[in-house]
């Protein structure tokens, strides 16, 4: 079977104030026209459709007019919510996803059929996937007493867990003569992060080992990090990364969705069909003089520039560079500040630089300084 792999679309992101509308239209029409190229038997869509929990007008519909799309190409299409996604908001879809014939999971339900998905190809191959969407720690341990895990187990960590539910959900993958897939959105250990994933979902609290996929699984197709990679593990286990960069941290990604040919006694063979329709993500660094010979019209730019603060810079730097979404002082340029207050610190008393902080931030009730000697004169004495 062939498997179209996408995920991370984020659309409705916002970039330094400028929507991205038009672009997110531009590649998500591409890689319609892929799937209309590869004719793939599943597509799969692995979490993060939306950039945000609150997606606008326009972003719903471009996301439900991309799915439909996909699945006019003849390719079931299997959708779940990631981290940047209103779970049940994507649950509250389901009528109009499965009237299309869209298969979306938003969230984890209370039962554990839903999310086992079972097709058959054109050609006769049989396959059962396992679509688990993004479930944060604090639902984690609910998911897990929904199949029946013990009190100790569900006290596990966050990886122990994510086993435990992969354990319970993949027992059907004994059977004989299916590809056995899973998709999810998660942080793998050993994997390198994109540069604009949401920073709180992807620290080791939420990384699991590859481990926790089981070995007769034929494909792992994962969300939530925005770099094309494959990640050692028991089975083969990838991240298509994201179609567009999302941030100018993913300025060196290479934007694209993979194809996965993949059957019962075939190994998955993988390649990625670039997608190119955004605008490419570039930092320059410069004097005003050097900045006026970047040609970069196809490029949002993100500008750090060697000149010394002055009113006035940032317009004269977006009149010579109009895409220039982000204007900052080269950090070369900036005086050693942290240095400077450590040498202007030293030697001086805590009341001093109490009195100092006061005066920073503007605060002259009357009575602060006093109680602030109190209790220093009280914690020093007991020491």
Known sequence: MRILHTSDWHVGKVLK????????????????????AEKPDLVIVAGDLYDTAAPTADATRLVTRALSALRKTGARVVAIGGNHDNGQALDALRPWA????????????????????????????RWRLIALPFLSQRYAVRAAEMYELTEAEANQTYADLMARLIGKLSESFA???????????LTMVGASTGGGEREAHTIMGYAVPSTIFPQNTHYVALGHLHRSQRVIGPCPVRYSGSPLAIDFGEEENVCSVAIVE?????????RDVPVTSALTLRTVRGTLDQL??????????RVLVREAPRPGLREDVQELLPNALEVRIDPDMLPDRAG?????????????LFGDYLDSRGNAEEGVRELFDELYDEVSSNQ
């Open 17 to 36: 104030g400028r929507n991205r509308h038009e672009e997110h239209i531009k590649v998500l029409a591409q890689v319609v026209e892929i799937a209309r």
């Open 98 to 125: 499965d009237a299309a014939g869209i298969e979306l999971r938003g969230s984890v339900r209370d039962s554990l059929g839903d999310l086992l998905i079972e097709g058959t190809t054109e050609g006769g191959e």
């Open 175 to 185: 059977e004989p003569g299916v590809v056995n897939l899973i998709t999810a959105h």
């Open 262 to 270: 993949v059957g019962v006694d075939k190994a998955a063979q993988v």
């Open 292 to 301: 006026a010979t970047v040609n970069l019209p196809d490029a949002w730019l």
């Open 340 to 352: 400077a207050r450590s040498a202007e610190r030293a030697g001086r008393s805590p009341r001093e």
